[in-house]
């Protein structure tokens, strides 16, 4: 049965069209272990399971202001705002902060 980590990750799977590779970037596994997850038969832990909740509240924020279909070319696309480094990138390395940041300029523009 899937914890709620990991249909968590099935969720961003799924509404955001991200792939286990994606996902795997992200959180730091590796895409098996993603698959895994995504089959409910394991579940994020410790670090991963933070980034994985990072990158779903990145992704629902996403949603608001892009379409589903481009979160993932959003994701992997250097973003000048953030120094030109990858959104994918920095929830990676636990910037999740900084990505936040941006969409929040995507969501009230001339607010930030």
Known sequence: ??????K???????????SDQLIARATTAKPSTVRAWLAGRT??????????????EI????????EPDYIPIWLMKPVEALGDEKPIELIARGEFVRVSRVIASL?????A
Do not use: C, I, S, Y
Not at 8 to 18: F, G, I, K, T
Not at 43 to 56: D, H, M
């Open 107 to 111: 969501e009230e523009p001339g607010a």
């Open 8 to 18: 968590e990750a099935q969720r961003v799977h799924r509404q955001a069209r991200l």
């Open 59 to 66: 992704v629902d924020r996403l949603r608001r202001v892009v």
């Open 43 to 56: 579940t994020p832990t410790g670090a991963r399971a933070e980034r994985l909740v990072e990158l779903a």
């Open 1 to 6: 049965m899937a914890t709620a980590f990991a």
